[in-house]
């Protein structure tokens, strides 16, 4: 009897290491941000450096900054109204976007009232929020808080509709009330959401900030940079919008690594 060939079965594709995976990503990630600033060195040696500083130049002029408790003081102000106005959006948004995604009558109710105010470019509500408020702290927590909320309201009652009903069947089957369907199941499925709608609302508020810093009362790092643009001083400006952008990037990478670590279900939270 002749053997009969048995087709051999082609070879499972081989996985990285979950470290090897994290350190080619996080080498990829540093190279490029080592790229851009060697482009900007690059561009700026074609310019004066009132128009354009190196980042050698706003390095230093941040340190110069630093010592002289300047910029230190001016952050620590920044943050003062920047961290109340989106507790308060956050306070507003995660409530008001779960019971539209899950409430039919609340969704129609406040979709439109929503969308509305959200087509409104925000630094459009400024001259009314300095009739409303003035032009100092109140001011511009009010102002942070517009333009966070609408976009985290968004999100969070997209992330509550799409919750799979299925596992809310089976909370009612097991006798759940309506809380502990909404604190054991409707939350657990929409915690990718709820981070989603932080790090947008996070990014949203750091820009909230020096906006009102720059089209209200000019004060903290707003003030440094108006002060600096009218000395001609880019090295100043540069450096106030760089911690800006390290700001807005250390704070989303501290909100997924904080995803990472509650939605450990998820693929993404394994890693």
């Known amino acids: 009897m002749s053997d009969v060939a048995v087709p051999s079965q082609p070879p499972a594709p081989r996985k990285l290491p979950a470290r090897l995976g994290q350190r080619s990503l996080g080498i990829v990630y540093l190279a490029s941000l080592v790229a851009g600033l060697l482009v900007w060195q690059l561009v700026a040696q074609g310019y004066s450096s009132f128009v354009l500083a190196s980042p ?6 941040l340190w110069q900054m630093t010592l002289s408790m300047e910029l230190p003081r001016a952050l620590g102000g920044s943050l003062q109204h920047m961290a109340l106005g989106y507790v308060i959006a ?14 039919r009558f609340v969704n129609d109710l406040l979709d439109p009232v929503v969308n509305l105010i959200y087509a ?8 009314f929020i300095m009739i409303w408020c003035g032009l100092y702290f109140e001011a511009r927590v009010v102002l942070v808080v517009i333009m966070c909320v609408f976009d985290m309201i968004i999100v969070v009652s997209t992330g509550a509709r799409n919750a799979d ?44 900030m020096i906006t009102a810093e720059l089209f209200l009362a000019a004060v903290n790092l707003g003030a ?7 000395r001609l001083d880019s090295a100043a400006v540069l450096g106030i919008l760089a911690v800006l952008c390290l700001l807005g990037l250390a704070l989303q990478e501290l909100l ?3 995803e990472r670590r509650v939605c450990i279900w998820r693929p993404e939270g394994r890693r």
């Open 224 to 230: 440094i940079m108006k002060q600096s643009a009218v």
């Open 56 to 61: 050698l130049k706003v390095l230093a002029r």
């Open 120 to 127: 409104v470019p925000s630094v459009a509500w400024a001259p």
């Open 256 to 258: 997924l690594l904080a």
């Open 90 to 103: 956050c306070a507003i948004a995660l409530p008001v976007g779960l019971l539209m995604g899950r409430m």
């Open 165 to 208: 009903p299925r596992l809310l069947a089976v909370g009612r089957a097991f006798g759940a009330s309506p809380w502990q369907q909404v604190r054991m199941v409707l939350l657990p499925e929409s915690l990718p959401f709820l981070f989603t709608a932080l790090r947008i609302g996070v990014v949203r508020a750091v820009n909230a």
